[in-house]
């Protein structure tokens, strides 16, 4: 890989060689020594040899961005190339200039499946077989599909309160399922210490250094279907902090490479039931690490990635939002009747944080928006049930029709 010169700590500059499984920092304790890619871009330049003609049709375009081999066959399922969409009519009800980025489009219907592709790629490079990693049921659900692709045995750990409808993906696609009584914080620290002690190669987003990496693809492509309109806000809902971080470093790179002339401000939302990233960019340390709320795919109560997306938000001079779970269902609704995309909880929430910024002055009126839906809402249709509403049940007769609609078209 003469395109990647190291992997380098976030908190203290330490270097690593990046053709050795590692995750984090040896410095320090825990999971708090996160490492960063470091490229030569002179190098990615000369690889790069596609055309930014806003024809994205995988992520694999940008393969000379990604940290793999050129001679390791990618584990693949389609990912990427998702579509930027006009949103009109959610648009003027928010007061702006909106565009959605619809990422539940993904293969298995979740903006996770950029980084599993990537990672699934560097444990076939490191020859290793089993694959793991603690989920709230995205994660789990794209990792169990992207292994049967690749042929490798995945074994998941998920809270005791994932919502079953995510469970059933992963079941599906043949992985080991154990469901831990305790928080998703315990089933995180359960995959670490498992991998530490089996050698089974962990997806986990906050510390698996090519995780992000596969992630920032969403910002590549971003940069590439706005090239020309880049937006001034692109939103993103956090819950590790990973997403947003990975958005903004592929866009940053196109700009810092000339590729594209603007980058966008970034806008985070969290949940306020789960909002230690937020409550650390303005200052506050005193965060719950206990996370409730119904986007479970954001409900992380001990983000690993605050460094990596408190630096998004101060380098892009962005914002952060709290949203409630009672805004995020209205967004969800919301998005679904205005623009027929459906979107989990932590898919709508951008939507949810882009009124409360528009409530709050930090986005003015008039101003250009993506925001980016990160799930599909058939992840979760228990929420979405509660977010549309109850079926109305009628008789099989016409009379109840008429009543309803008083005779009308």
């Known amino acids: ?38 490229y030569d871009y002179d190098e990615v330049l000369d690889r790069f040899d596609e055309s930014l003609d806003g024809d994205v049709r995988s ?7 990604l940290p793999v081999a050129d001679d390791v066959e990618p584990v693949t399922l389609g990912e990427g190339g998702t579509p930027i969409l006009d949103a009109p009519r959610l648009g003027t009800e928010l007061g ?10 993904n293969p298995t219907g979740v903006l996770k499946d950029r980084a599993t592709a990537v990672s699934l790629t560097k444990a076939r490079e490191f020859g290793i077989d089993v694959v793991t990693c603690a989920s709230t049921g995205n994660a789990a659900a794209s990792l169990a599909g992207f292994s049967a692709r690749g042929g490798f045995d995945c074994r998941l750990f998920v809270p005791g309160d994932a919502p079953e409808g995510k469970l059933a993906q992963p079941l599906v696609y043949g992985a080991d399922v154990l469901g831990v009584r305790g928080s998703y914080d315990e089933a995180y620290d359960l ?13 986990n987003a906050a510390v698996n250094p090519f995780q ?7 910002g590549h492509e971003l940069a590439e279907q706005t090239r020309g309109e880049v937006p001034d806000w692109l939103v993103f809902s956090m819950g590790d902090g990973c997403t947003i971080a990975g958005g903004w470093k592929g866009f940053r790179e196109f700009h810092d490479l000339d590729l594209v002339e603007e980058t966008p401000r970034m806008l985070g939302v969290q949940a306020e039931g789960a909002s230690a990233i937020h409550d650390a960019f303005h200052g506050h340390d005193d965060a719950d690490e206990v996370a409730d709320t119904v986007a479970d795919s954001i409900s992380v109560g001990r983000p690993r990635n605050t460094v990596k997306a408190c630096s998004t938000l101060e380098e892009s001079g962005g914002e952060s939002v709290l949203v409630s779970d009672e805004e995020i269902l209205a967004a969800e609704s919301l998005l679904g009747r205005t623009e027929g ?9 951008p939507v949810a944080g882009l009124r409360k910024a528009r409530d709050a002055g930090i986005v003015d009126e008039g101003e250009s928006v993506v925001v980016v839906v990160t799930g ?34």
């Open 191 to 203: 995959s670490m210490e498992v991998t530490e002690r089996f050698g089974w190669y962990n997806r």
């Open 96 to 105: 702006v200039d909106l565009r959605v980025k619809d990422d539940g489009r």
């Open 59 to 65: 992520q694999w375009k940008y393969r000379a961005f």
């Open 212 to 218: 992000v990496e596969g992630k920032r693809t969403v």
């Open 341 to 349: 995309i459906y979107a989990e909880p932590a898919g709508a929430a």
């Open 1 to 38: 890989m003469d395109h990647v010169e190291t992997l380098e700590c976030t908190l203290c500059g330490a270097e690593y060689d990046p053709d050795q499984v590692i995750y984090t920092c040896s410095e320090h304790p825990g999971v708090k020594g996160i490492l960063e890619v470091r």
């Open 376 to 409: 599909n809402g058939l992840k979760d249709t228990k929420s979405g049930m509660r977010a549309g509403g109850e079926v109305e049940r009628i008789d099989p007769a016409i009379g109840d029709v008429v009543e309803r609609y008083d005779g009308g078209d």
